[in-house]
């Protein structure tokens, strides 16, 4: 192998090496001293020792050098020719310095007579050396803070290789959403398209249907109006036919009759059907099924007519709107009565008062009566008519009549001692008799109330509902066990032409029509029921004397026909609501309430007569 000539590198130690030896102030052991502690190179660092700043290029394994390239490498990183023994002896730890072995000192002595040489300046007190000691620890600081400023700028380069390719992965992402939004923007723009072709075909189909439909609003207002002036023509002729039927029932003196049939219950059926429902005159109702002679079920139907049919859905109002002309005719000065008839539960109450509690738009004949006699009589002032009126409330129970708008008053009876030492029973309450006049009929020492408006109507209902006579029956848990008979008297007076009219409207609630048997009534109920039954009877008595013409007619024999006396033989307005149940278990009691309303529908009691004076 041919020898390379070797070139020498200087490095700041060697020249401070150098210099040191050249320097003739500097003892020998002071040069060994600082040969021994010169600075060396640092040994490689390991992938553990550099911790993040191992990085590929610190650790991967150089290649030898080319002996072409020998003389640009440091005379410690050349290769030596060592023995074989030697090459593979371990190499010395790192932390090991070689200490020179310190040389023998010989002094020589000195002559007498000759002055000592001084004594050499150590080479660490040198100025230069101290400046060099200085360069050296800037330059190892310079190349410290440059390797590592090496190692944070790889570090760098590599997370910035990897964000890299992580943002050059999301920019591809990104560039295929571009791609898909941009297929999806065309099929919208071709759906936008398609769109907007279908809304210029609706814009104008609307166009159309709105010319059509502007052609159909007319044609519906010309058909509105021509409904509305049909319909304006059909009220005025009902209204005028209504009137021409109560001239004639007026002309011909008979007993108006309304029936009215209940609502029925969930567990109710109604056997009753209405065939003429325009005018609303005529009802049958079905019978049970029974068996004849052959053996063959059939059930027999039953067909009656009256003045007025109210089916279960008629309303208060409704009910009211036919009566009204009639209510009417009181404010003018006729006697009118109505009265209602039916058996326990068929809603007498109901119609004459309305419920318990009730308020102006469910109320009855009675409070409606009054509200429009008082509303019509406030009209008629400026006409120069100034009306008072006056009201009675009464009923007869057990034959005999009772005040029910006393205050405190009391009918219940008191033991005492007749005459002759007999026991009797008496009330404290006073006696009232009925009797007839020119003016009408009145009743002695009953309270009389001044009515002005319809609330006052409704406080005389409630204090009459507390002192009516009510008890359970088989027919009703509350049923009125008397007749009760609400009377307002009208006087009239017009302060221009000096005439007085004097009208009176009697609204009577009857008690239960039902037979003894059917009530399942004992002890006082069946008292009750046996003096209802007898004024029940009398009064359809009367009714078949006047339908017969008879010459006497059995008023006395009832306290109810005798009060009614002026109202059923008089000249006065009359009309009987006949109350019906829809239940198939009072089929017989509604048979006969029909057939008496019938009796009564065909009795005339003369024409009536207006009390003017």
């Not at 109604?270 to 068996?291: N, R």
């Not at 009306?387 to 009918?411: H, Q």
């Amino acid at each position: 192998m041919t020898d390379i000539k070797r070139k020498r590198i200087e490095t700041p130690a060697r020249d401070v090496r150098r210099k040191l030896f050249n320097d003739p102030s500097v003892g020998k052991e002071d040069v060994a001293r600082r040969q021994s502690i010169a600075p060396r190179k640092p040994p490689v660092p390991s992938r553990a020792s550099l911790g993040p700043l191992a990085t590929r290029t610190n650790l991967v394994a150089k290649p030898p050098p080319r002996p072409s390239d020998l003389h640009k490498l440091p005379i410690k990183s050349r290769p030596a020719n060592k023995p074989a023994e030697r090459q593979n002896a371990p190499p010395r730890p790192l932390s090991r310095s070689v200490v020179p072995k310190p040389r023998a000192s010989f002094s020589r002595p000195v002559r007498p007579g000759v002055t000592a040489p001084p004594p050499k300046k150590s080479i660490s007190d040198h100025p230069q050396f101290i400046e060099l000691k200085e360069q050296l620890f800037q330059v190892n600081e310079q190349l410290k803070n440059s390797e590592e400023k090496c190692a944070n700028l790889e570090a760098t380069s590599d997370e910035m290789s990897q964000s890299l390719v992580s943002v050059r992965a999301k920019l591809s992402c990104c560039e295929q959403d571009v791609e898909r939004l941009k297929s999806r923007v065309a099929e919208g723009t071709a759906v936008a398209a398609a769109l907007q072709a279908r809304i210029v075909e609706r814009d104008s189909t609307v166009a159309d249907l709105e010319r059509t439909a502007v052609g159909l609003r007319d044609t519906i207002a010309a058909r509105d109006t021509t409904v509305s002036h049909q319909a304006k023509l059909l009220q005025e002729g009902l209204h005028a036919r209504k009137l021409l039927h109560n001239t004639i029932q007026e002309l011909k003196g008979n007993i108006r009759v309304f029936a009215r049939v209940r609502g029925p219950d969930a567990l109710e059926g109604s056997p009753f059907s209405f065939p003429d429902e325009l005018d609303g005159k005529s009802l049958q109702i079905s019978g049970p099924p029974t068996a004849n002679y052959m053996g063959t079920e059939a059930s027999k139907s039953f067909a009656f007519t009256f003045d007025k049919v109210f089916a279960p859905g008629a309303t208060q109002p409704e009910v009211f709107e036919d009566i009204s002309q009639l209510v009417q005719s009181a404010l003018d000065g006729y006697r009118v009565c109505v009265f209602a008839y039916g058996q326990t539960g068929s809603g007498k109450t109901y119609t004459m008062e309305g419920p318990p509690g009730c308020s102006n738009e469910n109320g009855g004949v009675i409070p409606r009566a009054v509200h429009q006699i008082v509303t019509e009589a406030k009209c008629m002032d400026d006409q120069g008519w100034a009306f008072t009126l006056e009201a009675t409330f009464v009923e007869i129970y057990k034959e005999e009549i009772r005040d029910l708008l006393a205050e405190g008053g009391t009918y219940d009876r008191r033991p005492g001692v007749s005459a002759s030492g007999a026991t009797t029973f008496e009330s404290s309450a006073p006696k009232h008799e009925i009797k007839h006049g020119p003016d009408g009929t009145t009743i002695t020492n009953v309270t009389t109330a001044e009515v002005t408006d319809t609330e006052g109507v409704f406080r005389l209902l409630r204090t009459a509902a507390r002192n009516r006579q009510t008890a359970a029956t088989n027919s009703n848990e509350r049923s009125s066990r008397s007749h009760s008979v609400f009377t307002l008297r009208i006087h009239g007076s017009n302060r221009n032409s000096q005439q007085q009219t004097k009208g009176v409207l009697n609204l009577i609630d009857l008690a239960g029509s039902e037979r003894l048997n059917a009530s399942g009534a004992v002890g006082d109920r069946l008292k009750e029921t046996q003096n209802i039954n007898k004024s029940l009877s009398t009064l359809g008595d009367v009714i078949y004397a006047l339908g017969a013409k008879k010459s006497h007619i059995p008023y006395r024999n009832s306290k109810l026909t005798y009060l009614l006396q002026n109202c059923l033989g008089g000249d006065s307005k009359t009309l009987m609501f006949v109350n019906l149940s829809p239940a198939e278990s009072h089929l017989s009691e509604t048979l006969c309430s029909l057939r008496f309303a019938a009796k009564v529908n065909a009795c005339e009691i003369g024409t009536a007569k207006r009390k003017v004076s």
